[in-house]
């Protein structure tokens, strides 16, 4: 017999410790894992006093880098929030190719940073006839694309055309205005609009205005795109990176300081982060929230950010039973039955509070749709109901309702988004609101969203530099993304008013009058308004960002 | 001989066959469609109502499969909505890193499955044991990704010992190569190396207790040989069976830990695909890993009838 193995011998196998000291080790953990478990469940708390909520007033895009303090060479990786999808000003759809096409595809103008337009491929801004329908666009000479083709009137107005009539087009909608293009000369470009339309500006300096090669559109552009700008594309794999290497035919190659950029998608935010504080990545967009405030101090980052252009809040359903753009069937809900009801359920929301929890302070809180960082923001366009759940309650009282009124709330499975939720949820449950979490994937929520299949929906808009990009898809009763089934006449008339003239000062007052409106029907209550946080690390300078949230990378260089 | 390899074949189609139906069925099921995802925040309905036509998505399911099915058997597995690209280039581009991580993680798992099992056993009672018990109810309780988390944060951020993402080929860098593995194969292998040291330690108890043993030790064996020639060697079999089982568990792990690290591979493209509904891809992922499987399972039954005579006569042993 092997007395090492035999469970009867004087080496056999033993318990480590006697039973009563095993019962209290089982006590303890468990009450230890209680303890824990519950300490995540508490009501929502007022914050007021322990955030510091001005910590990011105002913006920091950066700044670029002084030649004396870089060296020539290098390659900057850049960790991508999210797969750009494909390399086609045409046909891209996602937000984060913009940051590749900043280096790689130049626009006609670009978004300075106080909302302004500066031109980069034209010489000098547009000049608009007294009709407001003619554009001439004068552009400069001795830019070239990176295939060798020379940047001419005739290539720019070929590039319009493609984005106005390519089949599947995503610019169309925005070229809408533009009834033809014409090149009057070698280097002068005239667009010929059929109304007045105040967003064009604002829409040449993004992905329509980016003129591209006339021979790579010939072929399959999204496999070998060919633009004008710092950067040529080398190569990418798909949904995990792509490859720049510098441009020896852009105009001002002496300016650029790096031989290469490497972006790589790293969709999770702590992995990103990480992968900045240790030196594998030099630039990360989209850093969490949560971080914000410790990122101002830490040593290793340097935190760029500017206030979104769009906003977070809840679409809710009033008339859409089938489809964008059916005829209106009023929706069988209790939120639908009455403005009122909508009214209350906006007063009912601590929206600083709910930022403060959630975010940090880093968020701020929204009332509407025009942001803060557009030239369009007044006191008006600001106005935020007051936050009075009693006010509320006393509202539904005078509706007659009872409470508690029970709300679904479709939302995104993102960190931010089901964090918030939870929070609503608390929150508007002091003021007699029954708040019914449903959790969905991004692709069934859009699509939920479009057919009607919903109640209400936690759903944001990215922004656009024109507020119009940001209301009239929505609001407008003809809008193609008319969720929400609002039809009125009234918002019909100012949205067509808001765009029939290029004077500031009267749009931001037309826009005063919409937001005002906005508060009284609350087909969506806006609640928060993000910030774009992007770091950059220790080892370089140079990289910039500016109020549409597009990082440059082009300019930037590896410290010396 | 024929019949038996002309009736495994007529399974492997069939087989292949079904998949194909249940995985069309499957993503179509979900609302949404490549169409909505392509178009992006621009949900102009005239630009959704092109990418379906180009897609073939407003024909009949069943016209959408014969087409598909007709593309399949002559190798074209189409192309991804999302990127543009055809899909046996995504798939080729990502096959080879999952197949990285995964042998490195079999390999590293079974090392440490074995090293830990052979302990336990062999110092029974003693704090050896105790520790492997511990470090294996860990590995099977621990989720893998939060695991992964937690050590990008320290290991990679904090103290810069391993690079926190990313995949290198080992054509460019061997020794980057395996840096960026190892991290994802370590901790993706917890569980199974929880299991296998769990099997070792049993069997390894169970050798160590006969006879067989007991009459090397009589002989003078020294320690070393009596555990490693005479008692592991009987333990090995049931390790590789249970890698076997596990292997399954190791491709959708790899999904997660893809995604985290920031590894090229065909898991994180399967997710991805889902995510974006993008058919092409999907469909192509899970047939080309079916028929993986399947070309497997084939090459085994044929080896087992080579093995054993018996098998090829008449399909069954006795």
């Known amino acids: 017999m092997n007395l090492r193995t035999s ?177 009057t000369d070698e280097y002068t470009v005239v667009l010929h609009l059929s109304k007045v339309s105040a967003p064009l500006l604002s829409v040449l300096a993004d992905r329509p205005g980016m003129p591209l090669s006339t021979n790579a559109m010939a072929g399959d552009f999204g496999a070998a795109p060919s633009c004008v700008g710092p950067f040529r594309y080398d190569s990418s794999i798909a949904q995990t990176s792509v490859e720049l290497v510098k441009d020896p035919n852009y105009y001002d190659a002496d300016k650029v300081f790096l031989d290469a950029i490497s972006f790589r998608v790293i969709t999770d935010a702590s992995v990103r982060l990480a992968n900045l504080r240790s030196g594998d990545v ?54 639908a039955s009455d403005p009122r009801v909508r009214q209350a359920f906006s007063m009912a929301i601590d929206r600083q509070t709910l930022v403060d929890t959630v975010f940090d302070g880093a968020f701020l809180p929204a009332c509407g749709p025009v942001s803060p960082a557009t030239e369009y923001a007044s006191e008006a366009t600001q106005a935020c109901p007051e936050f009075d759940p009693e006010a509320a309650k006393a509202l539904l009282d005078e509706v ?99 765009v029939s003239t290029t004077d500031i000062a009267e749009r931001t007052e037309t826009y005063a009058q919409i937001v005002e409106l906005l508060q009284e029907d609350n087909p969506y209550i806006y609640l928060y308004r993000e910030r774009n946080f992007v770091g950059q690390g220790t080892s370089t300078a140079g990289v910039i960002t500016d109020p549409t949230s597009v990082v440059n990378v082009s300019f930037a260089g590896f410290l010396k | ?104 993680t079999i390999v590293l798992s079974v090392v440490c499955g074995l090293a830990f099992g052979v302990a336990a056993a062999y110092w029974r009672g003693r704090w050896p044991e105790w520790l492997s018990n511990g470090i294996s109810l860990l590995g099977l309780s621990i989720p893998n990704f939060w695991l992964a988390i937690l050590a990008i944060v320290y290991l990679a951020s904090a103290i810069s010992w391993l690079p926190a993402s990313g995949f290198v080929p080992f054509a460019t860098d061997p020794g980057g190569w395996f840096l960026h593995l190892i991290m994802p194969a370590l901790i993706l292998g917890t569980s199974l190396c929880a299991v296998v040291m769990r099997q070792t330690r049993s069997n390894m108890i169970e050798a160590l207790g006969s006879e067989y043993v007991l009459a090397s030790r009589v002989k003078g064996a020294g320690e070393p040989r009596v555990v490693v020639v ?89």
């Open chain 1, 7 to 183: 469970p009867y011998g004087k080496n056999r196998a033993q318990p480590p410790f006697r039973r009563p000291v095993r019962q209290a080790v089982v006590v303890a953990a468990f009450a230890a894992v209680s303890a824990l478990v519950l300490s995540g469940c508490s009501p929502v708390e007022s914050t007021a006093g322990t955030v510091d909520e001005t910590l990011f007033a105002g913006q920091n895009l950066g700044a670029t880098a002084a030649a004396a303090d870089v060296s020539v060479g290098g390659t900057l990786v850049f960790a991508l929030s999210n797969d750009p999808g494909v390399l086609d000003p045409t046909f891209s759809n996602a937000i984060v190719g913009k940051h590749i096409f900043a280096s790689m595809c130049e626009s006609l103008y670009t978004v300075t940073g106080d909302g302004g337009f500066a031109p980069v491929l034209a010489t000098e801004a547009p000049t608009i006839s007294d009709d407001g329908l003619t554009y001439t666009i004068p552009l400069r000479e001795d830019a070239v694309f990176s295939d060798g083709e020379p940047l001419t009137a005739a290539s720019v107005v070929a590039s319009i055309e493609r984005n106005k009539t390519a089949e599947g087009s995503l610019r169309a909608s925005e070229l809408a205005a533009v009834e033809r293009a014409e090149a």
């Open chain 1, 282 to 335: 030099q630039v990360a967009d989209r850093l969490p929230a949560s971080q914000a405030a410790a990122l101002l101090e830490d040593k290793d980052v340097e935190l760029l950010y500017s206030t979104s252009l769009g906003y977070q809040g809840v679409h809710v359903n009033l008339a859409n039973t089938n489809g964008v753009g059916s005829d209106p069937v009023a929706v069988d809900t209790t939120l």
């Open chain 1, 400 to 498: 007659g309702i009872a409470t508690p009124v029970p709300v679904t709330l479709s939302v995104q499975a993102s960190e931010d988004a089901s964090r918030y939720a939870q929070a609503l949820q608390s929150n508007a449950a002091d003021a007699g609101f029954d708040v019914t979490i449903n959790t969905l994937d991004f692709a069934t929520v859009t699509s939920d969203q479009k057919i009607g299949n919903f109640d209400a929906t936690l759903l944001g808009w990215a922004g656009r530099t024109d507020p119009d990009g940001s209301i009239a898809p929505f609001f407008l009763s003809t809008g193609s993304q008319n969720y929400t089934g609002y039809h009125s006449e009234e918002m019909d008339a100012l949205l067509a008013d808001s």
């Open chain 2, 1 to 104: 001989m024929l019949r038996f390899l002309s009736i495994k074949l007529f399974h492997a189609v069939m087989t292949l066959l079904l998949v194909s139906i249940v995985v069309f069925i499957g993503i179509r099921l979900l609302p949404g469609d490549p169409a909505q995802i392509m178009a992006g925040d621009n949900q102009d309905p005239a630009v959704i109502a092109a990418y379906r036509a180009e897609l073939g998505l407003d024909q009949p399911m069943v016209v959408q499969y014969w087409h598909y099915l007709v593309d399949l058997v002559t190798g074209n597995l189409g192309m991804s909505s999302s990127s543009g690209r055809p899909v046996a280039e995504m798939i080729a581009q990502t096959l080879p890193v999952t197949v990285q991580l995964a042998a490195i």
């Open chain 2, 230 to 318: 005479h008692a592991l060697r009987n333990s090995i079999i049931v390790v590789v069976t249970l890698v076997g089982l596990h292997a399954g568990a190791l491709l959708s792990g790899a999904a997660v830990i893809e995604q985290i690290f920031g590894l090229p591979g065909v898991g994180r493209l399967a997710v991805n695909s889902v995510f974006l509904r993008d058919y092409a891809v999907l469909q192509g992922v899970v047939m080309v890993s079916a028929a993986v499987y399947v070309v497997i399972n084939l090459a085994v039954d044929l080896l087992y009838s080579v093995i054993d005579p018996r098998i090829r006569v008449s399909g069954r042993t006795a």
